[in-house]
């Protein structure tokens, strides 16, 4: 087992590591801006090091500063968490270049699969179900057009080296198409240095579903299930599900191994995460991989009971994976909501300050991961996203209960948080039908302000 480890994160999924590592008997060490001198990852981990100023680049992205922290401290990994350089291939081969374990799969694996693009060509070549498209090199606007007229719209230009919703437009004619392509491009430079896109089918209002897996050295991969992750606004998730709802235990089993098969296609080693595309057919097709945790890894943990963290530090220990297929039974329905220092009522415009109070909600099948604490001040230099509340319940509507109940009990001061926005969607009838796609809530919203 790995003794010592840095953590290149900050808030909660910080917080979440250090909690596993402690149960493991691993020493962590955080590092931290100068704006997170008193965040609480540096109070909860055996060390602390400031590798730099406020702004990401000169500290969570500084490469060298991160590696320097973690050698002058004789740790032996590092774990990104996600988000920074959880998915920069060349932090990975740096790290394995300087002896240091990467907790997370190879920097090929990386990098191979963050280019989306060339992730289709994979799964295309290993039988994977993919949307029909164009990933090959686009060498013009002119012969873009000429695909996507080909494909027939609507289509979606997406961004090569993209994640996270960015550099991602739909394009529905000809008409709209150069403006779209161009902003498209320029997205994709402005967010991952890379202005490669590609195109493939817009699938209208699909459900976005996503199979957890873990993989170890040994070629052993199993998946945790599936996580229900439709709903979105401006393609970032907002509430995640486990299970979905839509899915019958035959397509379960059916897309578990194909995203299995996926991940061996790979020689997929660590945690990572399928995604998938299904439209009102169910017909699904695979979207992208997501090569590191996810954020809403803690509802497929309520339902499996597999602490997913531990398992990375365990594989990233050269250990063989004890659990097989057979051992993963899904119990009872789990709920996320994304709590974030943001106002709904003004456009989801971001509201960092200080928190002046703060009660956070408990009871049996409440779970809360967070940074924040009273009198905390949440910087303006990082994602809004403060925390996230996770209920489990024997079923879907006994796990929406619980999630009002526990969204009434947040009460956080001093700054405005979506707890309110959560708590309307959970109101919504065709939510609670389990009636939603990735279309719902932009929809919903757009007719709610009419």
Not at 232 to 258: C, H, T, W, Y
Not at 320 to 348: M, S
């Amino acid at each position: 087992m790995l003794k010592k480890i840095l953590i290149a994160n900050r808030g909660e999924i910080a917080v979440r590591i250090i909690r596993a590592c402690k149960e493991l008997g691993i020493e962590t060490v955080a590092v931290y801006s100068q704006a997170d001198k008193d965040a609480l990852h540096t109070q909860l981990a055996d060390e602390a090091v400031c590798i730099g100023g406020p702004s990401s680049k000169d500290s969570y992205l500084n490469i060298a500063n991160i590696l320097s922290a973690c050698i002058l401290t004789g740790c032996e990994g590092i774990h990104p968490g996600f988000g920074f350089l959880s998915e920069n291939p060349k932090f990975a081969k740096m790290c394995q270049e300087c002896n240091i374990k990467f907790i997370g799969p190879d920097y090929q694996t990386i990098e191979l699969m963050g280019d989306k693009a060339m992730a289709r060509k994979v799964m295309k070549n290993s039988n994977i179900p993919i949307v029909e498209g164009f990933e090959d090199e686009i060498k013009s606007q002119g012969q873009a057009l000429d695909i996507a007229l080909e494909i027939g719209f609507p289509v979606m230009i997406k961004a090569a080296a993209g994640g996270g919703g960015k550099g991602i437009r739909i394009v529905r004619n000809a008409k709209e198409f150069e403006h779209n392509y161009n902003t498209a491009k320029s997205e994709a430079k402005a967010c991952f240095n890379d202005d490669r896109v590609y195109i493939e089918k817009y699938i209208e209002n699909p459900r976005h579903i996503e199979f957890q897996i873990i993989a170890d050295q040994f070629g052993n991969v199993i998946h945790l299930g599936e996580r229900e992750c439709s709903l979105q606004r401006n393609n970032q998730k907002v509430l995640e599900e486990a299970p979905s709802s839509f899915l019958d235990e035959k397509l379960r089993d059916e897309m578990g191994k194909i995203a299995v098969k996926a991940a061996k296609s790979v020689k997929y080693n660590n945690v990572g995460t399928i995604e998938f595309l299904v439209d009102s057919s169910k017909n699904y097709y695979f979207m992208e991989m997501n090569t590191r945790i996810q954020v809403e890894h803690p509802v497929t943990e309520m339902v499996t009971n597999v602490d997913i963290v531990k398992e990375q530090l365990k594989i990233a220990s050269n250990l063989k994976l004890e659990l097989t297929q057979e051992d993963i039974v899904i119990n009872g329905h789990a709920i996320e909501c994304r709590i974030n220092a943001e106002n709904p009522r003004k456009n989801f415009t971001p509201c960092p300050g200080k928190i002046t109070e703060l009660n956070m909600p408990a009871g049996l099948g409440v779970r809360v991961d967070s940074a924040i604490y009273c009198g905390y001040s949440i910087p303006p230099y990082y994602d809004s996203m403060i925390g996230k509340l996770i209920t489990h319940g024997k079923n879907r509507e006994d796990a929406i209960v619980k999630m009002k109940r526990s969204l009434g009990e947040f009460a956080v001061g001093g700054i405005d948080t979506n707890i309110e926005f959560q708590y309307w969607i959970l109101e919504q009838k065709d939510f609670i039908k389990g009636n939603y796609t990735t279309s719902f809530l932009n929809e919903k919203m757009v007719n709610e302000d009419a």
